[in-house]
């Protein structure tokens, strides 16, 4: 299957500052990409989804301004959290879709923990 | 729209037993299913997927599952299951490509009780 990788895979930061996380597709084009969200002991809740080239569509609750979302290339895209706060801290999971691919392709994770 | 029932949060299960988790889900259109499995702070590990065709799919580390189209249900089994199976199940939906965005149940938590 394709290789997905995300960075970083945990941080740890201060409230209020911002968090960027880096989803990259290692070897295949990734058209569309999907953020989703997993608190402790729970299921993943979809963010967001976002096409190359185009504005994220967010998920009803998600806040668009808090959760930054940049596709802005094939093989790149990024969720910045806005002003961190503790009740932001998370697992954070990108997951890439594109041409030829029958499924979508989970990266590793970034775990968030906003002090 | 769709969804997806885990009715078991929670299953033990002692070692060299079979077991099987259930899953349920709801559309109006055809779907793709999958199973994944997540290990204690890690990411996701694609079991297996029913994308069409047979409906006994069979996956990694002797997981298969059974699409049943009439009760709508997705159910894993394994015949005989090991320590190192302990983890947190997830079964999702997607509505037919890889495009679409994927619909997660809630988890099963499976231990495996020597």
């Known amino acids: 299957g394709a290789v997905v990788s995300q960075h970083p895979s945990r941080v740890i930061c201060k409230s209020g500052t911002s968090v960027k996380i880096e989803c990259r597709s290692l070897d295949f084009q990734a058209t569309t990409m999907f953020w989703y969200r997993q608190f402790p002991k729970k299921s993943l809740m979809l963010m967001a989804t976002?096409?190359?080239?185009?504005?994220?569509?967010?998920e009803q609750g998600v806040e668009k301004d808090k959760f930054l979302i940049n596709h802005a290339s094939l093989t790149l895209s990024t969720l910045t959290v806005t002003s961190a706060h503790p009740e932001d801290s998370s697992f954070y999971i990108c997951?890439?879709?594109?041409?030829?691919?029958?499924?979508?392709?989970f990266g590793p994770g970034t775990r968030l923990l906003v002090l | 729209a769709q969804s997806v029932t885990q009715l078991d949060s929670q299953v033990p299960v002692f070692e060299e037993a079979p077991v099987e988790l259930r899953c349920n889900y709801s559309?109006?259109?055809?779907?793709?299913l999958f199973w994944y499995v997540q290990y204690p702070n890690q990411g996701l590990q694609l079991l297996l997927k029913?994308?069409?065709?047979?409906?006994l799919v069979k996956g990694i580390n002797g997981f298969e599952a059974e699409f049943n189209k009439s009760q709508t249900s997705f159910h894993l089994r394994k015949p005989s299951v090991h320590i190192s199976d302990t983890a947190e199940y997830f079964c999702a939906v997607s509505e037919g490509t890889s495009y679409d965005k994927v619909i997660f149940g809630p988890g099963t938590s499976l231990s495996v009780i020597p």
């Open positions: 559309s109006s259109v055809s779907v793709y």
């Open positions: 976002s096409n190359e080239g185009s504005k994220a569509t967010y």
């Open positions: 029913y994308l069409s065709g047979s409906t």
């Open positions: 997951s890439l879709a594109g041409p030829y691919q029958e499924t979508q392709y």
